[in-house]
């Protein structure tokens, strides 16, 4: 079992946010917003501790929002409840995304080791500060540089560093690929054991979208984001990370284990207001407000919209998240589970895509390369397309 822990708090909204995040109050407000979500989550992680029965975790991840406005002391509680209600393996990777500013924050580095986090992700972004302030980080370059040296001072030895590349600006200064790839020069002088590059979003009515409605917000254009994304793999291809899914990359050795779980279709347990939950046929999604998530800990759980995941269901679940892998769909058990009539249908696209160099069928495995990670989507959606006719 994987667990992934949301937290909903943010120092302030970031311009470009569509995650369930609140900005927190500073002072003794946000601290007794956080205290109240600290309570319920350990209510909620001894509940479904106790009705799962202390099975195995092999992964946590606390993600967010700022799971770095979490005090080490808060974690610490949250991680001794986890080894009270589950079965945490020896050798279990414990992730927190963190903003270089709050990780810099009162000795939050060598608490959060101390409490057993053993995996970093900073969201760094960009290290240019015009950029920073234009999406609304609630950091600078220089907080990114200082929160990594001294996360290697703490202790930790597996760090990511979060960017994202195809980045609006001024008009008509987007971002080009020289710049992306200086982003990711800068990036990888700090020797991070991952790297995780995502393609910028205009979220619908997030601020950035209605300044770009406005005129005030120019973006690459689409042959600029392909080059983007293609040097960019390259380039750090060439200082030794390798890409294992669309937007990831590692050093030997690496590779975000619960993340590689979560695409390879495992078992995982959501915890926290909006946490989505996976296990067997069922797939439930926490309330996306914390009162609300918070009433229904108080009264045992669960409130949550529940969905029956079918085979067909699965299958489809499967090829979307297996296609974003390096390592591909393994054939075989796609088409024993999507079913011979379903499977054929997609083979005159299977082999189209090959022809055109976007996937590759090596070992039994469909892969995209390169160029067809940059249109996956599309892919993605010639694939559902022929499932509904097949
Ligand atoms: S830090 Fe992340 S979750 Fe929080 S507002 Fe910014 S983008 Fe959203």
């Not at 992680?45 to 979490?70: A, C, D, N, Q």
């Not at 976007?358 to 010639?382: K, Q």
Request: glycine share 10%; proline share 5%.
């Amino acid at each position: 079992m994987r667990l992934y822990i949301h937290v909903p708090f943010c120092s302030k909204k970031c311009a470009y946010c569509a995650f369930y995040s609140l900005p927190l109050e500073e002072g003794a407000p946000g601290e007794k917003r956080i205290a109240g979500y600290a309570a319920s989550l350990l209510r909620e992680v001894s509940l479904r501790g106790e009705h799962l029965g202390r099975i195995p975790v092999k992964t946590v991840f606390f993600g967010g929002g700022t799971p770095s406005l979490l005090s080490g002391t808060i974690i610490g509680d949250i991680m001794r409840m986890i080894r009270a209600c589950f079965l945490l393996t020896d050798n279990a990777e414990i992730s927190a995304e963190a903003n270089p500013d709050s990780a810099l924050n009162d000795g939050w580095l060598f608490a959060a080791r101390a409490a057993g986090v053993n995996r970093l992700s900073f969201g760094v972004q960009s290290f240019d500060d015009a950029v920073l302030r234009l999406l609304g980080r609630p950091h600078g370059a220089r907080a990114a540089h200082a929160a990594f040296e001294s996360a290697r001072m703490a202790g930790f030895t597996n760090i990511s560093i979060d960017l994202m590349w195809g980045l609006p600006g001024p008009p008509p200064y987007a971002q080009t690929q020289v710049q992306w790839l200086r982003q990711l020069k800068l990036a990888t002088e700090l020797k991070p054991e991952h790297i995780a590059a995502y393609g910028f979003t205009l979220e619908p009515a997030s601020p950035l979208e209605k300044m770009y409605a406005g005129g005030g917000l120019s973006l690459p254009k689409e042959k600029e984001l392909a080059s983007m994304y293609l040097a960019g793999a390259e380039y750090l291809e060439s200082r030794g990370y390798m890409q294992y899914e669309i937007s990831n990359y590692a050093r030997m050795g690496f590779m975000c284990r619960h993340n590689l779980a979560y695409w390879e279709g495992e078992e995982y347990l959501g915890l926290g207001p909006a946490a989505v939950s996976t296990i067997g046929d069922k797939r439930w999604t926490n309330a996306a407000d914390l009162g609300e998530w918070q009433k229904a800990v108080t009264d045992g759980i669960p409130a949550s919209s529940a969905e029956d995941l079918n085979e067909e269901a699965k299958a489809r679940e499967m090829l979307m998240l297996r296609l974003r892998m390096n390592k591909g769909l393994p054939l075989k058990d796609w088409r024993q589970r999507i079913g011979r009539s379903a499977a054929s249908a997609c083979e005159p696209l299977i082999a189209v895509l090959q022809k055109n160099g976007l996937a590759a069928v090596r070992s039994g495995h469909l892969r995209l390369t390169r160029p067809g990670m940059l249109v996956s989507d599309t892919i993605l959606s010639h694939f559902f397309a022929r499932l509904e006719e097949g």
